[in-house]
């Protein structure tokens, strides 16, 4: 089992930046892909980036490339998002998730989820 508790949502301003947490337990991370999914209101949940714990290699969706990036830290079993530059669309509910042998942008293939953290972004 792996535990994810995410962390950093708030209420920020349009062109607005925050640093979103997600603290992992439970379990060695080591072949495991850590994600970063977003839902709206009345929305499906979306990919937003990605990251492989071994190797540290990204991935992210073209709507955030360039104002968001994602990071892990070994040592401390945890993952980040910068999001910067935020606009009024990323306003949604973000998910950390872990899991092995994923298909990286289908949530439907990650094992593990954190309870998620509300960001929004007024105008």
């Known amino acids: 089992q792996v535990q994810l508790v995410e962390s950093g949502g708030g209420l920020v301003q349009a062109g607005g930046s925050l640093r979103l947490s997600c603290a992992a337990s439970?379990?060695?991370?080591?072949?495991?892909?850590m994600g970063w999914f977003r839902q709206a209101p009345g929305k499906e949940r979306e990919f937003v980036a990605a990251?492989?714990?071994?190797?540290?290699?990204?991935y992210a969706t073209d709507s955030v490339k360039g104002r968001f990036t994602i990071s892990r830290d070994n040592a401390g079993n945890s993952v980040y998002l910068q999001v910067n530059s935020l606009k009024p669309e990323d306003t949604a509910v973000y998910y950390c998730?872990?899991?092995?042998?994923?298909?990286?942008?289908?949530?439907?293939?990650?094992?593990?989820w954190g309870q998620g953290t509300q960001v929004t972004v007024s105008s």
């Open positions: 990251i492989t714990w071994s190797g540290g290699s990204t």
């Open positions: 998730a872990a899991g092995r042998g994923v298909i990286i942008r289908d949530h439907t293939t990650y094992a593990y």
């Open positions: 439970g379990r060695t991370l080591g072949s495991y892909v």
